[in-house]
Nanobody, 129 residues
Framework: QVQLVESGGGLVQPGGSLRLSCTTSGFFFGYYAIGWFRQAPGSEPEGVSCINNRDGSPDYTDSVKGRFTISRDNDKNTVYLQMNSLKPEDTGVYYC??????????????????????RGQGTQVTVSS
């Protein structure tokens, strides 16, 4: 069955960095796009980033562009989210997810893409001094 498992979250000071990992199984990883979205306390969830199949072309929501980098290792069935220059407003639970679709949503829809057919259990990121 389709499984996604996130790891790498933690507590970091503002300006710091974290790298999240999303390890997957149960489907042919290289065929499909993988996304990340986050849920902050008391806020609506927000789509963060997505990476397309095979060519690995990325996309980002405006609030993280230039600070976050998404990548994929098709040999390890894993997607990474490198998060730099973290801000307190980046705090939340981060989920990786997939609809088993070949391509990511169009850029205008990325920030609102928070409902997927499959997602992991999430990993907590806390940015605080």
């Amino acid at each position: 069955q389709v499984q996604l498992v996130e790891s790498g979250g933690g507590l970091v000071q503002p300006g710091g960095s974290l790298r999240l990992s999303c390890t997957t199984s149960g489907f042919f990883f290289g065929y499909y796009a993988i996304g990340w979205f986050r849920q902050a306390p008391g806020s609506e969830p927000e789509g963060v980033s997505c990476i397309n199949n095979r060519d690995g072309s990325p996309d980002y929501t405006d609030s993280v562009k230039g600070r976050f980098t998404i990548s994929r290792d098709n040999d390890k069935n894993t997607v990474y989210l490198q998060m730099n220059s973290l801000k307190p407003e980046d705090t939340g639970v981060y989920y990786c997810a997939t609809d088993l679709a070949r391509r990511c949503p169009v850029r205008a829809e990325l920030s609102s893409k928070v409902s997927y057919d499959y997602r992991g259990q999430g990993t907590q990121v806390t940015v605080s001094s």
